[in-house]
């Protein structure tokens, strides 16, 4: 009866391991159509004229594959590298769609538009550069939900409101620049904020150095 028994356990441990190895199979195909189809919003929603994205083929399961775009073990978008490439137009919120998205690079173009709130979402993300675009409208107060970020690069656009204070309460932020914006209200000077030197709020003639009450609607 024992040895019965243990025939049936290791037919059914083979069969969950099957069934498990099964299903992660057809996830896989699943997640990638989902972050080729946010990376196609963003090659659909900008001028690029140098074809820099030209690879970026949605016939391809796989994301990949295509240039500028890195990804880890598990074939999942972990790194977008677009810095100085040129493009122009808005930042689509699909993009809030690359779960395991760690980095952000696409400074240096000429990119307008909103900041999209859903990038609040991309809970993995470590590093934002946004910076020399020409992005307008207020800091979501969203980025604060973005525990893992370590560098935030903003400067050199047209951004305008106050810093919100969510951004604060980033267990992990080291490096940001908010300088040459049209930023206004009290800069922040807890948490991370602590040691930032004010050349990184520089050329906001509406942002000045506190104590001050926080201003929500400067």
Known sequence: MTALMAT??????????????AIMVSLAPVAANQEGNALM???????????????????LVNPCTWFHVMCNDDNRVNRIDLNNMRLSGRLPPELAKLEQLQYM??????LHG??????????????MDLYNNDLSGPLPTTLGDLKSLTILRIDHNRLTGPIPRE????????????SSNDLCGTIPTSGPFENVPLSRFADN????????DYDADC
């Open 167 to 178: 951004l604060s309460g980033l267990p992990d932020l080291r490096t940001v620049d908010f």
């Open 41 to 59: 919003a963003l090659r659909h929603g900008v001028e690029d004229p140098d074809g820099v994205l030209a690879s970026w083929d949605p016939n």
């Open 8 to 21: 049936r356990f290791l037919t059914l441990a083979v069969c969950v391991t099957v069934a498990v190895a």
């Open 105 to 110: 690079e696409l400074g240096g173009n000429n």
């Open 114 to 127: 909103p900041i999209p709130l859903e990038f609040g979402d991309l809970k993995n993300l470590i590093s």
């Open 205 to 212: 003639p509406r942002l000045k150095q506190g104590p001050g």
